[in-house]
Every structure is written in C-alpha cells, then in structure tokens.
C-alpha cells in the first residue's frame, strides 16, 4: 500500500515541499470548518436557553401579581407549539437535576429571578419524525422541565410548571461558495509562498548536485558555496572539504606521473632516433607515430603536475578514421564508416579505445571493433571471444589492478589499469564505458561518446 501511494508522490524536493504545504493548510481549512460548525451549534444551543430563562423570568413577576384564575389566563396564553406553561397545585419537579447543564440554567434562572426556590432539569430525547432520512435520525429534541412555587392564593399552595419541547435548531449551513474561495485564495497565497521557499531550499542542493557531477567528470576545483539553511551549509562545508582532501591526494599522485613522465622523455627520444634510421618507410613511420604519441603522453603527465590540467587540446576528430587506424596497428577486424565526428582529444581518446582492444585481445583471443552513431552519441563496440565476465563482476573490473577471475588466463599478463584509465578518459569527454556478456559467447565492451562539445 505504501509503494503505491509512493508512486504519486512527486520525485522532486520542490514539489513535495509544495505538496506538503497544501495538504496542510486543506487540513486546516477542514478543521476550522468543523470547528466553526460545533461553535454554531454551541451557540445556538446557549441562544435557545438564554431565550428560555427570559420568557420565564418575565412570566414570574406577571403570575405573582394577579389572582389565580388570571394565572391560568396567563399560562394558557404563554403556552405554543414547543412549550406547555401550566400553573397546578402540585410540583412537576420536587428539585432540580444535579447535572450540568440543568444546574447552569436553574442558576442563571435564580439570578434572573432573584430567588433560590427554582427546580429544573434538561434532557435530551430522540425526535419523533415522519421524514425517515438520514438527516433526521440524528435529530434530537431538547426537553427542559422548570419547577417555581408562587405565592399562595385562596389559602392553596400554586407552582409554575414549565415543559419546552423545542427542537434543536439545525445549525445554518456554511456558504459553500464563500467557503471554496477562502480555501482556494489560501492555497493560492500557499503555492505561492512554498514556491519561494522550495527554490531557497532545493537552489543549494542543485549547486551541490551540479558539483558532484562536475566531480564525477574529474574537475577538482569547484566548490560549493556555503549559505542557506544551517544543514545545507554543513553539507556544502563537507563536500568542500571532501574536495580539499581529493585534490591534495590528486597532487601527490600527479607529482609521481610527472616524475615518471619526466623519467620517458630521455628513452623515447633515444628510441625516436633509432625510429628514424629505419630503411624500410611504412616500418619507419609507424614507429614514429607510436613514440610521437608516447612524447604527447610523456608530455601532458609532466604539464598535468605544473598546470594542473591535461594540455591536450579539445578538436574536431574524425572517429572512424581514428578507430580504423587503432584496428589496423593491432590487426583486427573494423567496422568504422567515415564522417563521424566529435569534439575530443585525439590521444587521449586513442588510448581509451586502444585499451579497450587491447583489453579484448588480451583476453578475449580476438577483437571485433564496430563504429555507429545516433543522434546524439557515437558508439564504438569491441567483441571479444574470449569466456566473458562473471556478471557480478562487470563493474568492479573498472577498478584499478582489478582483472577478471582465473577464467581469464592469468599468463596472459596485465596489471588491470588498462580498464580504469580507459573509463577515466571517456567520462572526462562526457561518454561512459559499459561491459556485458554477450548470448554467443565472449564479452563486448561499448565506448558511448558524445558527438557534442563537453561542458
């Protein structure tokens, strides 16, 4: 029942912020209604007694002045439809009800009259009604029963014996109209209100939210600033100082790639002379793009530890052209159709994709690379042969010098890093990496690369 009304509540903070605020103040709107009517009631209920006490207080004096014969005059005339005044030589009441209403009237009839001799009770009793509804069911009639002795004529002891039988009148209905446009204007000034405060609130969780997924793309210096709401700063203070942490162990990190970048200038530099002295020139020139993409690599950790940041420039690549050269240094077969272009660094995405066939020759036995696009991204699939990845396991073999089980021979060599820096790169161009088994056996990793610029 719970995952059900779940489902209908809204998924933002703003809107159930919002959501909440109305149905509090429907809820209060309802229960001032309710309110309003048992004030009604009360009231109306304390109107009919004071009218009771009035009628009688006025009627004492008048008995008490004239002879009995008149006071029976009297008694008939001040009876009606709802109320039986008699005045009889014997009490109706030999004294009053000790409960509380009952007291309260015969005490606001003494005070009235100015005596202490009065006897009442009040009780309530179903209303006999022809009318057979709900309504009239839950009908009830009030019976108030008074008792006051009068002063002796023709040497016999007289009493003034009243019985009221009005019904108790149905509260006035409420103004449907007048009572929906004070809920609807409250809701109004509500929504409204709620509005301004869910944007304060939710605008420091959207900053917090923006950052984490700049964090998530490898930018350590945002920060978040630390205003609003006492938890919202405590959660801003938290992440900047999460950050903090990160970027010193970064700078320690990046210090030891400079250090040994810095360390492959010399070998390379060696070797490119020796490159250069090959005869044969396919031989000669593939050698040489290989170690001018090592000095890039070399280049970019030792700038990285100086800059702070990766000195290879964004550009517009060709990826089919740079997928069908990364297939045919390693000799597998390549589906790559040309005019597929995105914004990227080209070393930088080589290597990613380089790792990925690497990864499915080395353990695979064989790779089979494919290039396609949509609308918004382009996909490089790399197939392998090999006996695949447990499926628990898909995701933890992104960690650094995490491999697969024993299943994925361990002669084969590696140091699981080849994985972790491929996914590194391709989230720093806003893509992704994924793993899935696939129902022919082997394993297919797919490259997801925006083809628009990264923010």
């Known amino acids: 029942m719970m995952e059900?009304?779940?489902?209908?509540?809204?998924?933002?903070?703003?809107?159930?912020?919002?959501?909440?605020l109305v149905s509090a103040i429907v809820?209060?709107?309802?229960?001032?209604?309710?309110?309003?009517?048992?004030?009604?009631?009360?009231?109306?209920?304390?109107?009919?007694?004071?009218?009771?006490?009035?009628?009688?207080?006025?009627?004492?004096?008048?008995?008490?002045?004239?002879?009995?014969?008149?006071?029976r005059l009297i008694a008939d005339d001040a009876s009606t439809r709802f109320a039986r005044v008699r005045v009889q030589n014997k009490p109706m009441l030999q004294e009053s009800v000790p409960d509380r209403r009952s007291s309260a009237f015969a005490q606001q009839l003494s005070d009235a009259l100015g005596r202490d001799d009065v006897r009442v009770s009040i009780i309530d009793r179903q209303q006999p009604d022809a009318n057979d509804n709900f309504r009239s069911r839950f009908r009830a009639e009030e019976v108030i029963a008074i008792t006051i002795p009068l002063t002796?004529?023709?040497?016999?002891?007289?009493?003034?014996?009243?019985?009221?039988?009005?019904?108790?009148?149905?509260?006035?209905?409420?103004?449907?109209?007048?009572?929906?446009?004070?809920?609807?204007?409250?809701?109004?000034?509500?929504?409204?209100?709620?509005?301004?405060?869910?944007?304060?609130?939710?605008?420091?969780?959207?900053?917090?939210?923006?950052?984490?997924?700049?964090?998530?793309?490898?930018?350590?210096?945002?920060?978040?600033?630390?205003?609003?709401?006492?938890?919202?700063?405590?959660?801003?203070?938290?992440?900047n100082v999460m950050q903090d942490e990160i970027a010193r162990f970064d700078?320690?990190?990046?210090?030891?790639?400079?250090?040994?970048?810095?360390?492959?200038?010399?070998?390379?530099?060696?070797?490119?002379?020796?490159?250069?002295?090959?005869?044969?020139?396919?031989?000669?020139?593939?050698?040489?793009?290989?170690?001018?993409e090592m000095t890039v690599m070399a280049d970019g950790l030792v700038s990285y530890a100086q800059k702070g940041?990766?000195?290879?420039?964004?550009?517009?690549?060709d990826l089919g052209s740079l997928v069908r050269q990364l297939c045919e240094d390693r000799g597998v077969k390549c589906t790559a159709p040309e005019g597929i272009e995105?914004?990227?660094?080209?070393?930088?995405?080589?290597?990613?994709?380089?790792?990925?066939?690497?990864?499915?020759?080395?353990?695979?036995?064989?790779?089979?690379?494919?290039?396609?696009?949509?609308?918004?991204?382009?996909f490089v699939a790399i197939d392998d042969e090999g006996p695949g990845i447990p499926t628990e396991s898909l995701e933890s073999v992104f960690q650094p010098f995490v491999r697969g089980d024993n299943s994925r021979s361990l002669s084969t060599g590696g140091t699981g890093l080849g994985l972790s820096i491929a996914r590194t790169i391709i989230v720093a161009h806003r893509g992704q990496v994924t793993l899935e088994n696939r129902e022919q056996g082997g394993l297919r990793a797919t490259a997801t690369i925006p083809l628009g610029p990264p923010k």
């Open 309 to 317: 940041e990766d000195t290879e420039p964004f550009g517009r690549i």
């Open 342 to 378: 995105v914004k990227a660094r080209r070393v930088g995405l080589g290597r990613a994709v380089g790792n990925l066939i690497d990864n499915a020759i080395r353990y695979g036995g064989s790779a089979s690379v494919s290039l396609t696009r949509d609308d918004t991204s382009a």
């Open 251 to 292: 700078a320690e990190r990046v210090r030891m790639l400079a250090a040994v970048g810095h360390d492959l200038r010399t070998p390379m530099t060696s070797l490119r002379i020796r490159a250069e002295m090959v005869d044969e020139d396919e031989q000669r020139d593939a050698m040489v793009r290989i170690l001018d």
């Open 4 to 20: 059900r009304l779940r489902r209908f509540l809204p998924d933002a903070l703003a809107g159930r912020i919002i959501l909440l």
């Open 152 to 239: 002796q004529r023709d040497g016999r002891p007289e009493w003034l014996n009243v019985v009221t039988r009005g019904v108790k009148p149905p509260p006035e209905r409420i103004d449907g109209q007048l009572f929906l446009t004070v809920l609807i204007l409250s809701l109004l000034l509500v929504l409204g209100v709620s509005m301004l405060i869910a944007r304060h609130l939710t605008k420091p969780l959207a900053e917090l939210s923006n950052a984490a997924k700049a964090v998530g793309r490898g930018d350590r210096s945002i920060r978040v600033p630390e205003e609003g709401p006492r938890e919202m700063r405590d959660a801003a203070r938290a992440f």
């Open 27 to 71: 809820f209060a709107n309802l229960i001032g209604l309710v309110i309003l009517t048992l004030e009604q009631q009360r009231f109306d209920r304390n109107a009919s007694i004071e009218r009771e006490i009035e009628r009688t207080a006025a009627l004492v004096p008048a008995m008490e002045t004239v002879d009995a014969p008149t006071r």
